[in-house]
């Protein structure tokens, strides 16, 4: 990937030892003092969106590819000057596809969050990034989250106004490793069961397990 190589450098002088908690949510620390309660991460399912490989990775970040296995696996964790080196390659990758792809402006901001990669929620600036990455390859088809009441598509959230309303800009993908359902405090906490979709239309795929790693259920249309 040229990106990395471009970058390599850039990437290599994030890894240090700090520890500057502050940067990180509570979800992130939490998942750093409670990792084992948590057993998927996001870094191969952002491998296959970016085509980038782990020993591409490994190369940028001046690491062993074995290392790199063991994030993938859970069976350690990065340090966060890695984890944030993780997420800038990711992001610039992602930015470059919707470059190459996009037919709409360029959003002001494109970043990951660690939250994202950690497979603990998506923020609004994954939001943004993520569809500007896979939206211009759609060809008009949009990102969007389903909710899901019986197994029956009841509401759809897509625009970022709508994201925002729904979830604050957060959207709680785990809670101690599991994946919960959404609760509607707007109306008698009602219980949906989401879905990130691809959607065309009237019409909608199911891509969860496209964008995070988990094992919820596919939905089908």
Not at 79 to 96: C, H, M, N, P
Not at 114 to 121: A, E, R, T, W
Not at 184 to 203: I, P
């Amino acid at each position: 990937m040229t990106f990395l190589w471009a970058h390599r450098d850039q990437c290599y002088n994030l890894r240090s030892d700090y520890k500057d908690w502050g940067k990180l949510s509570a979800d992130v620390q939490t998942f750093v003092s409670q990792r084992d309660m948590i057993k998927m991460n996001n870094i191969e399912k952002l491998q296959q969106l970016t085509h980038i490989t782990t020993q591409e990775i490994a190369d940028a970040l001046d690491v062993d590819a074995d290392l790199v296995k063991e994030w993938q696996d859970d069976a350690s964790l990065p340090t966060i000057a890695e984890l944030e080196a993780l997420v800038g390659i990711f992001s610039s990758q992602l930015d470059a596809q919707g470059i190459e792809a996009q037919t709409k402006s360029h959003p002001i901001h494109i970043r990951l969050s660690i939250d994202y990669l950690l497979n603990l929620g998506l923020t609004m600036s994954d939001w943004i990034t993520l569809k500007w990455a896979v939206e211009g390859q759609w060809q008009g088809d949009q990102l969007a989250v389903g909710f899901f009441h019986d197994g029956k598509l009841t509401r759809v959230v897509a625009s970022n106004d709508e994201f925002v309303a729904a979830f604050a800009g957060y959207l709680i993908l785990q809670t101690e490793g599991e994946f919960e359902p959404y609760i509607d405090e707007f109306d008698d906490d009602k219980v949906y069961d989401w879905r990130l979709l691809r959607l065309h239309g009237d019409d909608y795929r199911d891509v969860t397990r496209e964008l995070i790693a988990t094992d919820l259920p596919e939905i089908k249309a």
